[in-house]
């Protein structure tokens, strides 16, 4: 974790409170402060006007410095008086007293010397009013409740007697801040309040990545950059009913100190209750070919057997984080977290293949010493949709073939389908930049949908946890002292016997699939591919899945490239596919096959119209139009001279009637010497 610039571990790790009233209420602000206003009658003190005066003090028994167990905090008591000299039945003015509480954001800069916090501004979060009357002398104490706005808040109070008669700022000195280069020294002036957690929770699971295995028995993926991969989560309690944020987790986490070895931690702003986990050791994770390919798969002509539970939604490797503490916070209807220190965490590499069947669990426990139930393992390969995916040969057929059933959050790469025959081989890798871009999609995607549960733009995983209450009383601790360090402590060092409580909490790990991620180097390859099958070929489609920072390559049916227009897809059009092989200057004369008119004709009186060329994607180095010389009619007939040595691929749809699409067909043009 890089360095930041932050003044909030005086507060959190050895804050000593000042309080010398005693035991007071935890969620209580001890405040000396005194206002007060003076009346005096004509030619009592002066023989032609009244004097009026008004006062405001604050003494050095107001804190500066507190934690709460709560957002929710009373400051006070701020001592009223009134006082007159008036003669006989006279009536001195009423005098109107106000407080109120302001805060920001500590004084929190990143190493680009940029306000990292959500507030640079002192705002209201809390006031209160009193008016005493009466030719009496009177007194009266004043409380102001505020909810603090983030996990800490650096607070200043204004006071004023009569709107104008007497104003003071307490302290004077703190004010708003800068946003470039400032100083932790900024929040000297101001007071300063700290939102104490709520509990230290405790996750089974939390999920990190996918890694996805393409088709094909010599085939493998593997990362080569990490930093883009990984999961942008929420975490709450299931019971939580809490709706807005604590902000400003980044002053936390700076003071959390080092995160643990296999993942770095992000959260997304200020003001977010999302954090991003990001891999970041340095040795590469891939699918099980991907530390070395079989002597056979490099032999030419060599027939491989199919490998047992290989290929999508079997093969895939799961990146879970287990047992990596959280630290939330839940009071007074705002929430947020952190990730913890990472004592007695670890990270397991685990097959899609093994989370299907007991003997597949027994064996994560027996390697591991991790064991994990069949309920959770079914949660967590609910995360992959290939694994329910139908399977996809790439076997000859005519169709009917359906396109892919994938959630939103899998977002087509604007790159071609792949198409090999059997024995062909090539390696395909995904840049930086066009990560980024699909991300960038992603985004947009999650911020102009309503619902994103229910379009697959977020999913929540529920997992058990230990939990440790943190219920620590701020001030005098029965048998005496404080208990500021000890919850500072807490924090620090959490022990696994702290962690792994006596109670159990269902704890709600959100997905997201917005990561805002942003490029750093364009041609940066973050994810290698290895494709070949020796013996059926393969046609994939790359997408990117914006819950992990990961690329799968989905199996297609032989003769299908990628549908990428929204409504097309929504329409779940079948999907036909004609093949015709043409040699170079030959007439052509073909019409579809039996079969496939067959098929056709059941969709009753239809014709062929070409579908928009931006509304699919094509194998590499392949036409979407017919190559030069050929023509094929509205009823499928294919003729001419093919003029040029091309391979094409072109998307009609077969309309009806009244010109509306019923199904879509696959044109193929293999061009031939």
Not at 65 to 77: A, D, E, H, I, S
Not at 219 to 242: E, I, R, Y
Not at 368 to 379: F, K, P
Request: net charge neutral.
């Amino acid at each position: 974790m890089k360095a930041i610039s932050m003044s909030i571990a005086p507060l959190i790790l050895a804050c000593v409170l000042s309080n010398s009233a005693g035991a007071q209420p935890a969620n209580q602000w001890p405040v000396d402060a005194n206002l007060s206003y003076f009346y005096c009658a004509p030619k009592e003190c002066n023989p032609s006007h009244p004097v009026i005066s008004g006062s405001i003090n604050f003494g050095p028994g107001t804190s500066m410095r507190r934690l709460f167990n709560t957002t929710q905090v009373t400051f006070g008591p701020f001592h009223l008086s009134h006082a007159s000299d008036v003669v006989g039945k006279a009536v001195p003015p009423p005098a109107t007293f106000r407080v109120e509480v302001w805060a920001r954001s500590p004084a929190f800069y990143g190493p680009d010397g940029k306000f990292a916090g959500a507030n640079l501004q002192l705002h209201l979060i809390g006031s209160a009013s009193a008016t005493l009357s009466g030719a009496e002398d009177s007194t009266k104490d004043l409380y102001v409740t505020a909810r603090l706005p983030g996990m800490v808040s650096s607070l200043q109070f204004r006071a004023s007697v009569n709107s104008t008669l007497a104003t003071k700022s307490f302290p004077a000195s703190c004010g708003d801040l800068p946003p470039l280069n400032g100083s932790a020294s900024l929040d000297a002036a101001c007071m300063q309040a700290g939102v104490n957690p709520l509990a230290v929770v405790n996750p089974h699971i939390t999920p990190l990545a996918i890694i996805y295995e393409p088709p094909g028995n010599c085939s493998f993926a593997k990362l080569t950059q990490t930093d883009v991969v990984g999961s942008t989560l929420t975490a709450t309690q299931t019971s939580s009913t809490s709706t807005n944020t604590l902000v400003d987790p980044g002053v936390i986490a700076s003071a959390l100190g080092t995160p643990n070895q296999n993942f770095t931690t992000q959260t997304s702003a200020p003001n977010s209750r999302t954090a991003r986990l990001t891999l970041s050791q340095s040795q590469t994770f891939g699918t099980l070919l991907s530390s070395g390919l079989p002597g056979t798969c490099n032999q030419l002509g060599a027939s491989v057997p199919p490998r047992p539970n290989s290929g999508p939604g079997n093969g895939d490797v799961f990146l879970l984080l287990i047992n990596q503490s959280m630290i939330y916070w839940d009071q007074g209807g705002l929430s947020n977290f952190l990730f913890g220190p990472p004592i007695g965490s670890k990270l397991l590499v685990v097959p899609a293949w093994e989370l299907k069947t007991p003997a597949g669990l027994q064996q994560i426990q027996s390697e591991n010493n991790i064991t994990i139930t069949s309920d959770e393992a079914a949660a967590i390969l609910a995360l992959d949709p290939l694994v329910t995916a139908t399977p996809v040969t790439n076997s000859a057929g005519v169709g009917p073939f359906a396109n892919p059933s994938l959630p939103m959050r899998f977002i087509p790469l604007n790159q071609p389908s792949i198409s090999l025959a059997s024995g062909l081989s090539a390696n395909f890798s995904v840049t930086r930049d066009q990560t980024v871009s699909a991300d960038q999609q992603s985004c947009g995607l999650y911020n102009t949908v309503s619902n994103t549960d229910s379009v697959g733009l977020t999913q929540k995983f529920a997992v058990q946890a230990g939990e440790t209450i943190l219920g620590f009383v701020i001030g005098d601790a029965l048998g005496g002292g404080k208990l500021s360090d000890a919850i500072g402590g807490a924090i620090k060092n959490i022990g696994a016997d702290q962690i792994l409580g006596q109670t159990k909490t269902s704890v709600t790990v959100g997905l997201n699939s917005c990561k805002g991620l942003t490029n750093v180097s364009e041609d940066t390859n973050t994810q290698n591919v290895f494709l070949k099958d020796t013996n059926t070929g393969i046609n994939v489609a790359p997408y990117y899945d914006a819950f992990f920072g990961t690329i799968a390559y989905v199996p297609l049916p032989a003769g299908m490239g990628i549908l990428t227009d929204t409504a097309t897809l929504s329409a779940k059009l079948p999907n036909f596919v004609f093949k015709v092989q043409a040699r170079l200057n030959s007439d052509i004369h073909v019409s579809l096959p039996d079969e496939l008119k067959l098929k056709v004709a059941s969709f009753g009186s239809v014709s062929l119209k070409p579908a928009p060329v931006t509304t699919y994607q094509v194998a590499k180095d392949t036409l979407k139009v017919l190559p030069a010389g050929l023509q094929l009619d509205s009823q499928g007939n294919l003729t001419g001279k093919l003029g040029a040595l091309q391979n094409s691929q072109v998307l009609y749809m077969l309309t009806d009637g009244t010109g509306k699409p019923v199904a879509q067909l696959w044109v193929n043009i293999t061009a031939t010497l």
